[in-house]
C-alpha cells in the first residue's frame, strides 16, 4: 500500500555498546532480551516479520561546533547560558576538552 513506518529498535553511538531504545514498542518487541555484546560486534534475536516487512540498519554522523558544545555543558549545569557566558567561555589551544575541565575545577 505503499505506507512506510520508521521505528527505532536499538542504537549505538561513540562505540558504545548497542542498547533498545526507549520507548514502549522497542521494550515490548524485544521481551527483555538485552544486547550481547563483545569485542568483535554485537547481536540480538530479531522477531520474523510479516511478508513486505523488513529490517533496516541505518547509520548518520554528525559534529557539533565548539560553542554549541560550550552551550550544553552551561545548560546542563547552570541555569542557562546566555550570549555573554558563550562569549567569556575561556578555551584553549589543546582543545574544548581542557576548557571544559578547567571550568569544572573551577
Known sequence: ?????VVPLARSYEGFDWEIA????????FRGQSW???????QITLLPLEQGESYEL???SYDITE???IARLLESTTFGATREDLNNFETFPSGIDTAISAWVQD
Open 58 to 60: 541505518t547509520s548518520y
Open 1 to 5: 500500500n505503499g505506507d512506510t513506518r
Open 67 to 69: 560553542n554549541d558544545q
Open 36 to 42: 550481547n555484546c563483545y569485542d568483535t560486534g554485537c
Open 22 to 29: 526507549a520507548g514502549n514498542f522497542a521494550s515490548s518487541l
